[in-house]
């Protein structure tokens, strides 16, 4: 179909809170990686899914972040017991090769935590 | 491990000046690099990307960038910059194919009329 859809486009959560955040990648494309800007910090990796081998995760800052792509094809970001500096825009991409064709990217979902 | 470097956070020209924004890497090999721009309210848009071959690369929208192995650098430039050039720009680097993509810390450009 059409682009990279995430959803929520917005969400707000209290501190302490988990969160789930959805990517719908561009069907057919094998690669999906999610990535976190805040103000000035750029676009932080977080997460990597290439096909059926196993995640590159090293980009995960805490324990309490986790993702998980099912049947190759949406991918979910949990946010377990929310903090204030996890206040960010989380964006997905996904991109039709080994990751290394053009990435393309979602909306993103703007998450504040109060 | 491979890092990204943007060395200015903010650039401003004149419209009509032409541009250099400026991309360091660390990796050693020669990596996968790319140069996005996030234009205000909108998604990420690849410009241009280097796997291999001729240094100088051509992109969308009049850019272009070169690829110099010497000093791990892949500037990106533009001879004379719109306003509508003004957005976020990022440099991205992938160490082999297949690797994942990380990206530099951006560098907003503010176009002067």
């Known amino acids: 179909g059409a682009g990279v859809s995430q959803s929520p486009s917005n969400k707000v959560t209290e501190k302490g809170k988990d969160v789930e955040l959805r990517c719908d990648p561009i069907?057919?494309?094998?690669?999906l990686y999610w990535y976190r800007q805040s103000l000035g910090q750029g676009l932080e990796f977080l997460i990597y899914f290439q096909g059926n081998s196993a995640p590159d995760k090293s980009g995960l800052p805490s324990d309490r972040f986790s993702a998980e792509r099912t049947g190759g094809s949406v991918s979910t970001l949990t946010i377990q017991r929310t903090q204030q500096e996890d206040s960010a825009v989380y964006l997905c991409?996904?991109?039709?090769?080994?990751?290394?064709?053009?990435?393309?990217f979602g909306p993103g979902t703007r998450l504040t935590v109060t | 491990a491979q890092s990204v470097t943007q060395p200015d956070i903010h650039i401003t020209v004149s419209e009509g000046a032409s541009l250099e924004l400026r991309c360091n890497y660390s990796y050693g090999a020669t990596p996968y690099l790319f140069w996005y721009v996030q234009s205000p309210g909108q998604g990420l848009q690849l410009l241009l990307k280097y796997f291999s071959g001729d240094t100088l690369v051509q992109g969308i929208k009049g850019f272009e960038a070169e690829f110099k192995r010497s000093q791990s650098s892949f500037n990106l430039r533009k001879p004379s910059v719109h306003w509508s050039d003004a957005a976020e720009y990022f440099c991205a680097v992938a160490r082999r194919w297949g690797d994942k993509i990380i990206f530099g810390k951006g560098t907003r450009l503010h176009i002067l009329p």
């Open positions: 069907s057919g494309h094998t690669a």
């Open positions: 991409a996904s991109s039709s090769e080994a990751g290394l064709a053009e990435q393309y």
